[in-house]
């Protein structure tokens, strides 16, 4: 394993990546770039000119100033009224968030190595324990299928450690609800087996309830997607020149709770105990919470012109006897959507990494870089919106939704 682990350099610091100096921008003038991917169907159109483009500013008419068509990092095309020397060179950021390692990864991986990497692109990996850099020229060193079966080894463990305490919680709220069956109506002792444990047999709903509670906030706590780090990792895109590709891999997850039939039962034996129902109320009616602010999140990694693409890894519940799966992850689900939406990304919702992966590279290989100069502008802080059109066609177009004026 240590000579696998070699081919991956350590990152010390957690989610913050290094980034190249600021550019210096005028306060007056300002170039924007926009990256564009426009399809007809799922065929890329390569074909396209300066004058096919339309560009509005807060719905306000821009000129376009230039064109590049860009194909793996490489200028295959331009066309300029002013030239402004592009740096085209790529990164690319796989981030895995991962309860379970599926094995389905290893195609996944093998294809992005094989089919999407280029030997000066930029890769950095973060696992559920720890982050990685791909060191410069291992690809032309080493064979690619070694290097992408080395990667998913790292993934498998880290997930296995990165992810053991939550997991741990998640086998405790199971037996915590095994033994409110028990302690509430006696129909769950038939249903006990491996997943009750002794410390919780034998005591009441007042004290099991808050335990499913207090176990449900850690659990919280160890998934918790927290909106800062997120900026942060854009405002340090932000400052890097090229192309920045971001792949988040997201885990589907799920709660355990009381079967509905055992908790109506259980609802309607603790009438006159209203401590007690409420905590039933308040507990099995649980929302997640997480304080993200999806609008700034948009703006944030479009404005960094980060090419946001959100592989959402779906499953099915485990088939558990008196216990009912809830679905966890809808807020996470619609937050970053939104997000590879707002970037002229895209999100993948099936089972196999694979696919979400294959069908994202369509969009990684090749786009046309569009520059203008806004009219009037103005380092206000606000945010502005970007419409691109391809005149006189239907095509499908992606890019990013705006910028921060700053």
């Not at 079966?149 to 086998?171: E, F």
């Not at 988040?248 to 079967?259: A, G, K, T, V």
């Not at 870089?369 to 502005?384: C, R, T, V």
Request: proline share 4%; net charge neutral; glycine share 4%.
């Amino acid at each position: 394993m240590k000579k696998r682990v070699a081919v991956l350099s350590l990152i010390l610091a957690p989610f913050l990546f290094a980034a190249a100096k600021p550019q210096q921008h005028d306060v007056t003038v300002r170039n924007i770039t926009v990256p564009v991917r426009v399809f007809d169907d799922n065929i890329f159109v390569d074909t396209l000119t300066l004058d096919d483009f339309e560009i509005l500013e807060n719905g306000i008419p821009q000129k376009p100033e230039a064109l590049y068509l860009v194909r793996q990092g490489n200028i295959q095309r331009k066309e300029e009224n002013v030239g402004f020397f592009p740096s085209v060179g790529r990164q690319f950021f796989l981030l895995f968030q991962l309860i379970d390692y599926n094995p389905k990864l290893a195609d996944a991986m093998k294809y992005f190595f094989t089919e999407i990497l280029q030997e000066d692109d930029l890769l950095t990996i973060q696992t559920p324990l720890k982050n990685y850099n791909l060191p410069p020229g291992v690809l032309k060193s080493r064979p690619r299928e070694v290097i992408a079966k080395d990667l998913v080894d790292i993934i498998r463990k880290d997930t296995s450690i990165g992810s053991s305490n939550y997991k741990n919680q998640m086998r405790e709220l199971k037996r915590i609800i095994r033994s409110i069956q028990s302690s509430g109506t006696g129909l769950g002792r038939t249903l006990v087996g491996e997943e009750t444990d002794s410390t919780n047999v034998g005591y009441s709903l007042d004290f099991l309830l808050p335990r499913y509670k207090e176990t449900m906030e850690r659990m919280e706590n160890l998934r918790m997607v927290e909106e800062k780090r997120f900026l942060q990792f854009a405002e340090a895109l932000k400052q890097s020149e090229g192309e920045k590709t971001v792949f988040l891999f997201y885990q589907r997850e799920y709660r355990p709770e009381i079967n509905q039939n055992y908790l109506s039962t259980l609802m309607s034996m603790v009438q006159d105990q209203p401590n007690v129902l409420s905590d039933l109320q308040d507990i099995f009616s649980y929302h997640r919470d997480i304080s993200i602010d999806g609008k700034k999140l948009q703006q944030a990694f479009s404005d960094a012109s980060i090419h946001f693409n959100f592989i959402f890894m779906n499953s099915e519940p485990d088939n558990i006897t008196g216990i009912t799966m809830i679905e966890q992850s809808e807020d996470i689900f619609r937050a970053f959507s939104d997000v590879a939406k707002a970037t002229g990304g895209m999100t993948d919702t099936s089972q196999n990494p694979f696919t979400g992966i294959k069908n994202a590279s369509a969009l990684t290989d090749q786009h046309y870089l569009l520059y203008y100069s806004p009219a009037n502008y103005s380092n206000d802080g606000e945010f502005k919106t970007i419409q691109i059109k391809i005149k006189d066609k239907s095509y499908k177009v992606f890019h990013r939704q705006g910028y921060i004026a700053k």
